[in-house]
């Protein structure tokens, strides 16, 4: 018998010396929680014991994560396509129609990490206008994800749509079965354990969108008494109204009344009880991949599409706006070779959460993605190669909102949820900030300008100001704010990789482009995919702000080329603009158009003989002798 033992030791010894290398070969599995809504600022995460215990607590907390910009579907754009919303075109919750599918969204990382191996689930809310009819319905499953549970439409806890798969499945209000967040939950289970269980050396990537704390936040029935008459953070700026130093719509807005107060409190509670099923979800796949052994070989992140205020300036919840409130987000993450209970004051970015997954995956950079990998940042935090890697890493970001609400008779956009109505919007709330943390020089500020009809610029140093009470744009110092408008005009020329450290404006010629007393300008974009251009009022805002490229002429605001709507050449061709060449997919002929200095004409490429021409404000192609296309100038004077 002992020298049975003895010999089935000696066996087991050369078994496990040839299958453990097999195993630790196998690369790391991804998984990431995405909520919807969740603020930092105001404290969401103090309710979310066990994601705290499990992911911060055992990895690495980001002290400083930033949107690239406050709203869902652009948001949720830029960390599929780790692009910022002026480079992926998604600039609004229509979510950037059929275009968004013929070229950024071809790339997204499911896309690279399928390509390497991966097995890929995606649960849950994804864009907003999924599963639309004129997106394709529910059949249309996004390049890359092997695997597909996507939410039709918003966030929605009963009675919704799914796709599973390319199949619509409907789902009512039975909580055992329907309730979203838990179903997502079991979804996932059941992903990791098939997948493991039949493909166990394949890694996989899983990545869950939750409803919650979306409004209307509707939690599960255990947690219908936690958090009963608690109020929501009474901040310097709570109920701070109106504002006549800040933008259009905060001078508008009034203080909330008591009954709104109650309203803004309600959906505060409803925002934590709802977190409780999202707490739950994470220690449920935390301990499934346990089980199955793979814990220790998963990166594992949680976060948020972007913050949310509940009171702030007397608005009683949403997000859209350049405060702090709705800018940060919680980001958390554990994983191997990270070092546990760790935070780091870097600045990182939705755009960067593509490249960094792709790291994690040991799949390069693609190169159109204007992210970088924090990868070595978690992995060196506590090392003294930390300190190298912190001494090049950024201290600044672009963060970009395109407004989604408001008109022209009802100016104050409005938005609801489980508890009444608050204003949110308005047609003249587009605006583009640099946020600035740089330890070493004492700075941290923000520097926002808004595509208005007045330019309108806010600045906070929140060194002083915190709570950004006091605009302080006519008092802050006027070098600083001269480094700060250049520096803007740098990250929003950006694409790629000089999205990281923005080079100089003057590598690149820049128009604004003017003719008969008016400006070429971008006025917006439609579901069909086209953005409308035309001749308006000029004014220095991003919309009348082009690049004249080696091949083409892209505005600024949309980051879209002009472009030839048919290619025919037939005088009178309305003029557009799509998707530059460079994007791929199909070819729309949106490199048409170059600009000649010498002439001052926009010249099309593949017409020849022919040019930019303007009839009652209207772009249209014209042979460039013709009075219609003379008469350009290039007015550019900066931002």
Not at 288 to 304: A, R, V
Not at 386 to 411: F, M, S
Not at 481 to 510: I, V
Not at 558 to 572: E, I, P, Q, R, V
Request: proline fraction near 6%; hydrophobic fraction near 35%; charge should be neutral.
């Amino acid at each position: 018998t002992s020298l049975g033992n003895k010999k089935m030791s000696q066996l087991c010894f050369v078994f496990c010396a040839l299958l453990f290398p097999v195993l630790a070969a196998r690369p790391p599995n991804v998984v990431f929680v995405l909520t919807d809504d969740q603020d930092l600022i105001l404290g969401s995460m103090a309710v979310c014991n066990t994601t705290r215990h499990l992911i911060g607590k055992q990895g690495v907390t980001f002290n400083n994560a930033f949107v690239s910009t406050p709203i869902c579907c652009p948001s949720r754009a830029a960390i599929q396509s780790g692009r910022f919303m002026h480079n992926n075109g998604v600039q609004t919750n229509r979510c950037g129609g059929t275009d968004w599918q013929r070229g950024p969204e071809k790339m997204n990382l499911a896309h690279y990490a399928h390509q390497a191996g991966y097995q890929t689930f995606y649960a849950g809310k994804y864009l907003n206008n999924y599963g639309f009819p004129y997106v394709g319905g529910v059949k249309h499953i996004p390049p890359g994800w092997t695997n597909w549970f996507g939410l039709v439409g918003n966030s929605k806890y009963y009675d919704y749509d799914v796709s599973d798969n390319g199949t619509k499945v409907h789902h009512g209000h039975n909580y055992h079965k329907d309730y979203f967040t838990d179903l997502l939950a079991n979804k996932s289970i059941e992903f990791i354990k098939d997948t493991h269980g039949h493909n166990a050396d394949k890694p996989f990537l899983v990545m869950v969108g939750t409803p919650a704390p979306h409004v209307p936040n509707i939690f599960a029935p255990q947690f219908k008494d936690y958090f009963r008459g608690l109020k929501a953070p009474r901040t310097p700026n709570w109920n701070l109204a109106p504002n006549p130093d800040k933008h259009w719509l905060l001078r508008e807005v009034q203080p909330m009344n008591s009954t709104e107060i109650v309203d803004s409190d309600l959906t505060f509670q409803d925002r934590w009880r709802a977190l409780q099923s999202v707490d739950s979800l994470v220690e449920r796949v935390v301990q499934t991949l346990k089980d199955i052994g793979q814990l220790e070989n998963t990166y594992f992140m949680y976060s948020s599409d972007h913050g949310q205020h509940l009171g702030q300036y007397g608005m009683g919840w949403d997000k859209r706006q350049i405060y702090e409130t709705d800018i940060r987000i919680p980001f958390l993450v554990r994983g191997p070779g990270i070092p546990k209970n760790v935070h780091l004051d870097n600045m990182i970015s939705h755009v960067d959460i593509a490249p960094t997954i792709l790291d994690m995956m040991g799949i390069p950079k693609p190169t159109q993605m204007d992210g970088v990998s924090w990868l070595p940042l978690v992995k060196n935090a506590s090392s003294a190669a930390h300190k190298h890697v912190d001494a090049h890493w950024r201290q600044d970001l672009l963060i970009e909102y395109h407004t989604c609400g408001g008109n022209e008779k009802h100016p104050v956009g409005m938005c609801g949820g489980e508890h009444g109505r608050t204003p949110c919007d308005a047609p003249n709330n587009t605006w583009s900030c640099v946020r600035s943390i740089d330890a070493a020089k004492a700075l941290n500020d923000i520097y926002c300008v808004f595509d208005d009809d007045e330019n309108f610029v806010e600045y906070y140093d929140l060194n002083t100001d915190p709570w950004q009470t006091k605009n302080g744009a006519n008092t802050a110092p006027p070098q600083r704010l001269a480094d700060l408008k250049k520096r803007l005009l740098e990250y929003k020329l950006c694409s790629g990789e000089k999205c990281f450290n923005p080079p100089a404006t003057h590598s690149q010629t820049l128009l604004r482009l003017k003719k008969d007393n008016q400006c070429l300008v971008y006025y917006g974009h439609f579901a069909s995919g086209f953005d409308t251009v035309g001749m308006a009022p000029c004014k220095d805002g991003m919309e009348s702000a082009w690049i004249a490229e080696k091949d083409s002429i892209r505005n600024v605001q949309s980051g879209h080329c002009l472009n030839l709507n048919d290619a025919k050449c037939t005088d009178g061709t309305s003029i557009s603009q799509y998707w530059c060449q460079s994007e791929g997919g199909n070819k729309m002929h949106a490199d048409d158009f170059v600009w000649d200095a010498h002439t001052q004409q926009l010249k099309s490429t593949i017409c020849p003989g022919k040019c930019i021409g303007v009839q009652d404000s209207k772009l249209e192609l014209a042979p460039c002798e013709a009075p219609s296309a003379g008469g350009w100038s290039n007015v550019w004077k900066g931002n």
